[in-house]
């Protein structure tokens, strides 16, 4: 089974910190994206990667940068929480080529920002 | 631009009768549809895609272009399908997938 794994299930940052959250995937799969879920708006997209550094602005990139060094880890960056970034973190990977095949999904991050 | 609306925030429907979760969606070439499932505590999951033409637990979902629409439906509900349940579109050749805002489905007993 496909693993896509989030280091941290919960954390708590306070403004201004910069903030990491981590993302591993054991199955090479190419694609990589980050979306933040909250209720009411779905899930939206931060950002995505479709090779090692490579990486292409989602629909809210601002707030947030994004980092794949290596083909298995996609990192997501706030420079200054903010208050307004509290929310819940999904990770996800798929293979190459168009989103016909399916994604595979971290269990989540759970970010609060005080 | 890629659009995907659920319209229900929140559906309860009794046990044994039947549900449909409504879809639509704005895009103007050929799309590829999914809905996605999200269980109490656990990770959100690919229920079912439109190219596949697949029944999974009981669940289907008809590509409607003249409508933009792709409902998702079962005839007897039953309580495990509670959970929230998200549409997703990705348009042709797209490296992305863009989701609705998801719809929480209650089975009560």
């Known amino acids: 089974d496909v693993k896509v794994t989030q280091s941290s299930r919960y954390l708590v940052k306070r403004t201004g910190e910069k903030v990491f959250l981590e993302c591993v995937q054991d199955m090479d799969h190419e694609n990589m994206f980050w979306y933040r879920q909250d209720p009411g708006l779905g899930l939206r997209l931060i950002y995505f990667?479709?090779?090692?550094?490579?990486?292409e602005k989602g629909d809210i990139p601002e707030g947030y940068s994004v980092s794949r060094e290596k083909k298995e880890r996609f990192s997501l960056i706030l420079e200054s929480a903010s208050t307004n970034q509290t929310s819940m973190y999904l990770c996800?990977?798929?293979?190459?080529?168009?989103?016909?095949?399916?994604?595979?999904f971290g269990s989540g991050t759970q970010l609060s920002v005080l | 631009a890629q659009r995907v609306t659920q319209p229900e925030k929140l559906l309860s429907v009794f046990k044994g009768a039947p549900v449909e979760l409504k879809c639509n969606y704005s895009y103007s070439g050929s799309p590829e549809l999914f809905w996605y499932v999200q269980y109490s505590r656990q990770r959100l999951q690919l229920l079912l895609r439109h190219i596949s033409r697949e029944s999974i637990k009981g669940f289907t979902a008809d590509l409607n272009k003249g409508e933009t629409s792709f409902h998702l439906k079962k005839p007897f509900a039953q309580e495990e399908d509670s959970a929230m349940y998200y549409c997703?579109?990705?348009?042709?050749?797209?490296?992305?997938?863009?989701f609705g805002q998801g719809t929480r489905l209650t089975i009560n007993p």
């Open positions: 997703a579109l990705s348009g042709q050749g797209a490296q992305k997938l863009v």
């Open positions: 990667s479709y090779d090692v550094k490579m990486k």
């Open positions: 996800a990977s798929c293979s190459s080529g168009a989103l016909s095949e399916k994604l595979f």
